[in-house]
């Protein structure tokens, strides 16, 4: 019996066989093409959404970054579109982006993906020659890849008709809902036939993108592949708190002691992006800075020689946190927490992609602890505390003192909302650190001389003597006021009877309708007989009455 217990724990316990691209209904050539790209087995979102799609069916799919999401509409979209051609400025099928980076990103997976079918697609974004989007418009595209702004500014030109589009996709839709393009896709929907698919997915599902949701599709297949906001298993997380004054040396040392082969580093605001690039590069690492305000010839040369490891680190805002696939990136660092916490999964995102570990780091200073509460409860888990060698950390008892302040630190919603303070720092520019250390300074000064009891006491005075002067002038002022007010008043029932005045006229001229016109110098015959005179009444002529009269 033991024998017999032994060889079945010897034995391997078969694993299940896992799906494969071939077990989805894609055509030959799409598969081979797939293959050749180094993928043989599909994501989960894409296991369930492909076959969905290739049916025809509506598609509401919700799916955490970096799980395979462009994929899983791409390949059944160039199976869908193989069977025909598109005519000038018509296109067969619209891909709505919310940045350039993700619509450059989806382009280069129908050329990857699509290289053996022979479809046409099209770029229609911002910063780019319009002349060369036309041309490519004339001569027609099976898949039009854009971004809401120029689509409608080319239609509204008339460089492009969309009758014969039947197949839709609106990506990122949370992203398009933060960027205030909701309006925009509303309307590229109702220029498009009703009679179409539509394919609608997003890394979150709020309310509002589920009423958005509701409003463009019919009958959808709804697929979850996982909760709305959860990190990726693959990426190690960690929480540094530090003092704000020591954000950048604890980002210095943080890379120097990681194995940094390639990393994103996020900041909540574009001039922090700027200042933190310049400080890297005077300390001698190779980096870039990416954000909104660059042009867009700067933004592509600064992608490129990242993907291309020109540079190792590269400074970005939350523009690019889902506009970027760089393989094999190794670490995200977000210096600052940010303002929304589903930011966060997306910025983490970035690593720990198609199965490679990666490496997530946040550096959150004593007044970012609610910014921090709100990423732990989105994400359902909390984010392991770290520190750094060398560094003091800071206590428990510290974070809840700062979270308890009235005025928000560096990650507060409203100095962000402001964006004329630095965190951490009031408006005269002093470090809260500072005045925490300067507390046991005042509280041992030596008490105050008379001399300075006095100048205490002269200074209420000399407040009171300067508003006496001030109230003068502005008993003044408001006597010079007084007339003009007072002349206003009086003019209002003048003005009122001439306003009732002319009503009534009008209203008179129109009770009299149209004007009489005279005969002129042509007066009828008839008008010019004489009237006789009327008789004057018997009693007034002194005639006799009765029988008299008619004797008479």
Excluded at 520 to 536: E, H, N, W
């Amino acid at each position: 019996m033991a024998e017999a217990e032994a060889v079945a724990e010897a034995e391997p316990v078969a694993e299940e066989p896992r799906t494969v691209f071939a077990d989805l209904g894609l055509s030959e050539k799409l598969l081979r093409a797939v293959e050749e790209s180094g993928y043989k087995h599909p994501t989960p979102i894409q296991e369930q959404a492909i076959p969905i799609v290739l049916m025809g069916r509506d598609v509401l799919g919700c799916a955490q970054t970096g799980t395979g999401k462009t994929a899983s509409f791409t390949l059944p979209m160039m199976d869908i579109l193989a069977g025909s051609r598109a005519k000038a400025r018509m296109p067969r099928s619209l891909i709505l982006e919310p940045t350039r980076e993700l619509a450059l990103q989806v382009a280069e997976q129908f050329v990857k993906y699509g290289k053996y079918l022979g479809l046409t697609h099209a770029l229609l974004i911002g910063g780019e020659s319009m002349d060369d989007q036309k041309a490519a418009l004339e001569k027609g595209v099976d898949v039009l890849i854009a971004t809401p702004g120029r689509l409608l500014d080319l239609f509204d030109r008339g460089r492009i008709l969309m009758a014969d589009c039947k197949l839709l996709v609106i990506d990122e839709a949370d992203r398009m809902l933060d960027m205030g393009f909701i309006p925009d896709v509303e309307r590229i929907g109702s220029i498009i036939p009703a009679l179409r698919q539509t394919l609608f997915f997003s890394a979150t599902m709020a309310p509002e993108i589920r009423r958005i949701a509701d409003a463009f599709l019919r009958n959808p297949k709804e697929i979850t592949v996982s909760r709305p906001a959860t990190v990726a298993t693959t990426i190690t997380a960690g929480l540094f708190y530090v003092p704000e004054m020591d954000k950048r040396e604890a980002l210095r040392r943080l890379i120097r002691r990681e194995q940094v082969q390639n990393a994103l580093i996020f900041c909540n605001r574009k001039r922090d992006v700027d200042i933190l690039y310049k400080s890297l590069k005077k300390h001698g690492f190779s980096v870039g800075a990416l954000h909104g305000d660059m042009d867009q010839s700067a933004r592509f040369a600064t992608l490129n020689a990242f993907k291309a490891n020109e540079i190792r680190l590269l400074v970005c805002s939350d523009v690019a946190a889902r506009g970027l696939d760089i393989g094999g990136l190794s670490h995200v660092f977000n210096f600052d927490v940010p303002f929304h916490s589903e930011d966060y999964v997306h910025r983490i995102g970035r690593t720990g992609r198609a199965g490679r570990e990666g490496h997530a780091y946040t550096l959150a200073t004593p007044e970012d602890g609610k910014l921090v509460q709100a990423v732990e409860k989105l994400t359902g888990a909390p984010i392991p505390r770290m520190e750094i060698e060398g560094m003091e950390p800071i206590t428990e008892a510290e974070i809840a003192e700062a979270m308890t302040r009235k005025r928000g630190g560096r990650g507060s919603r409203a100095d962000a909302g402001r964006g004329e303070r630095s965190g951490g720092r009031d408006r005269h520019g002093r470090g809260r650190e500072r005045d925490r250390d300067e507390r046991p300074r005042r509280a041992a000064a030596p008490p105050a001389t008379p001399a300075a009891e006095e100048m205490t006491e002269e200074r209420p005075r000399r407040e009171e003597a300067r508003r006496r002067d001030e109230r003068p002038r502005r008993e003044e002022a408001r006597r010079d006021e007084q007339p003009r007010r007072d002349e206003a008043r009086r003019d209002e029932p003048r003005r009122d009877r001439e306003r009732d005045d002319h009503r009534r006229r009008d209203r008179d001229r129109d009770d009299l309708g149209p004007p009489v016109r005279g005969f002129g110098d042509d007066v009828p015959a008839f008008m010019l007989i004489p009237i006789p005179r009327p008789r004057k009444p018997r009693a007034e002529t002194g005639a006799p009455e009765g029988d008299a009269a008619e004797a008479a």
